[in-house]
């Protein structure tokens, strides 16, 4: 069992930034590629970033640019540091994962968003 907790959500204002965390915690379990995934008011949710464990990267044409995908094998962890935000960034962001040993894929809680001035 794999569980993933997303931390480091807030109110900002436009043009600021801030970093999400993602925190993996459990029993044999090696993470895989970690996704980063947002739902904003009333909308489907959407992919935003993925990174793979060797470190390739992925983003969703709206991010491009702002926001940048990282991670630390060593402490479990995926990272989204967020800038330039938009109002339009709104959403609870979600990541998630692959469990190398079982194939199970993870989700965590979830972290809110927003971005207002």
């Known amino acids: 069992q794999v569980q993933l907790v997303e931390s480091g959500g807030g109110l900002v204002q436009p043009g600021g930034s801030l970093r999400l965390s993602c925190v993996a915690s459990?029993?044999?379990?090696?993470?895989?590629?970690i996704t980063w995934h947002r739902q904003p008011p009333r909308k489907e949710r959407e992919l935003v970033a993925t990174?793979?464990?060797?470190?390739?990267?992925n983003y969703a044409n709206s991010v491009k640019d702002r926001f940048t995908i990282s991670r630390d094998n060593g402490k479990n962890a995926g990272y989204l540091q967020m800038n330039n935000l938009k109002p339009e960034d709104t959403a609870i962001y979600y990541c998630?994962?692959?469990?190398?040993?079982?194939?199970?894929?993870?989700w965590g809680q979830g972290t809110q968003v927003t971005v207002s001035s």
């Open positions: 998630s994962t692959i469990n190398l040993v079982d194939g199970r894929a993870y």
């Open positions: 990174i793979t464990r060797e470190g390739s990267t």
């Open positions: 459990g029993s044999n379990f090696i993470i895989g590629t």
